[in-house]
C-alpha cells in the first residue's frame, strides 16, 4: 500500500516566529518562555523534565522553568520524521508519536529507539491523540485519504500494543480524543451536530461509544479539548465561523473551562495560530498551567 508522506511544516509568511507561551489559570498571567524564528515549533506537552515540542519533523525540549533555556533535540532512532501528535504514556517514561508516514510508534522520552505500534496494512493513516489513564488503551484520528483528499476522519481506540483495534465514531467527521482524568469520559470534536461541512463542536462520550453528549453550542468552530489532570477545568480552542478543519495562520482564541461549566467558557488568549497551538494535552500534573504556542508576523 501506498502511503502518504507529509513533509514537516515551516513558516509560510515573511518575518514570521513561534512563541511558546505558559498560562497560569490561577493568576491569569500569561509568559513567553521562548521565541524563535529558525524551527516551527509546535504542540507542546509538559513533561517531567520540562517542554516537548515537535518541529522540522524532530522532537525538542525546552526547561519551561528556565526562561527556555536548554533547547535540545529530543534524539530518536527508527522513526520518521514526526509531526504534532505526541502524547506521553502514564505511568510509564515513554512517549507515543505519529509520524508523517501514518504510522504511531512509541519510544522512550528522553530518546531512543522507536517501535512502531500500528499495523500498516491498515487502510488508513494514524494521528494520535489520547492515552487512557492507565495507559493500556490509545485513541486516535483514522483518515482515509485518496488523491490528497480526506474521504474520512474517525477516532479508533486500540491497546498500547496496536491490538483490539475498533472504531469509536463512524462517519462523524471528527478528532481530538483525549481521555478523562477517570477514564470514564473521551472528549473529541466533532461534525456529528451540525448541518454545516467543518463546523465541529466540543463533546464527550463513553468509552463503549454511548452518551454522547455535546458540550460548546456556538458558531465558532471549536477543536481539542483538553481536560487538565485534576478533572476541575480544562482548555480548548476555537477558529473563526466557517472554518473547515484546523488551519494554520488565522486569529484563534484559547477557551478555558473552569470546574467543567462548559455553558460558560472564558477567552484567555486571542492569538495568531491555530495548526500547532495546542493539539495535544499540555496542562501541568497539577492542573495550574498550560502550554501553547503562537506564531505573529512583524514586531
Known amino acids: 500500500m501506498a502511503i502518504t508522506v507529509f513533509p514537516p511544516r515551516d513558516f509560510a509568511l515573511d518575518g514570521q516566529r513561534c512563541r511558546v507561551h505558559v498560562y497560569d489559570v490561577v493568576t491569569g498571567t500569561d509568559r513567553v518562555i521562548f521565541e524563535t524564528d529558525e524551527v516551527l515549533l509546535e504542540a507542546p506537552n509538559w513533561a517531567p523534565e520540562g517542554l516537548l515540542l515537535n518541529g522540522g519533523g524532530l522532537l525538542w525540549s525546552i526547561d519551561a522553568d528556565a526562561g527556555g533555556a536548554d533547547f535540545v533535540e529530543v534524539p530518536f532512532t527508527g522513526i520518521p520524521p514526526i509531526n504534532n501528535d505526541h502524547v506521553l504514556v502514564p505511568k510509564s517514561g515513554d512517549i507515543l508519536l505519529s509520524a508523517n508516514d501514518g504510522q504511531i510508534y512509541r519510544a522512550p522520552r528522553t530518546g531512543g529507539e522507536g517501535v512502531r505500534i500500528t499495523n500498516p496494512d491498515d487502510p488508513f493513516m494514524h494521528f494520535l491523540h489520547g492515552v487512557s489513564p492507565d495507559g493500556a488503551w490509545i485513541a486516535y484520528t483514522a483518515l482515509s485519504i485518496e488523491d490528497g483528499e480526506v474521504l474520512s476522519a474517525d477516532l479508533r481506540t486500540a491497546r498500547i500494543d496496536g491490538s483490539e483495534d475498533v472504531p469509536l465514531t463512524t462517519g462523524q467527521v471528527a478528532d481530538g480524543s483525549e481521555w478523562s482524568p477517570g477514564g470514564s469520559w473521551i472528549y473529541l470534536n466533532t461534525e456529528e451536530f451540525s448541518q454545516a461541512p467543518g463546523h465541529a463542536q466540543i463533546a464527550r462520550m463513553r468509552r463503549d461509544r454511548s452518551g454522547l453528549e455535546q458540550l460548546t453550542f456556538d458558531d465558532r468552530v471549536n477543536w481539542f479539548p483538553h481536560p487538565s489532570p485534576t478533572g476541575r477545568d480544562a482548555v480548548y480552542i476555537s ?47 497539577d492542573g495550574s498551567r498550560f502550554a501553547y504556542v503562537d506564531y505573529p508576523v512583524g514586531s
Open 239 to 285: 477558529f473563526p465561523p466557517g472554518t473547515n478543519g484546523h488551519p494554520a495562520d488565522v486569529e484563534v482564541e484559547l477557551r478555558l473551562v473552569r470546574n467543567g461549566h462548559w455553558h460558560h467558557p472564558e477567552t484567555v488568549a486571542t492569538v495568531f495560530g491555530g495548526q500547532g497551538t495546542i493539539n495535544v494535552n499540555s496542562w501541568t500534573s
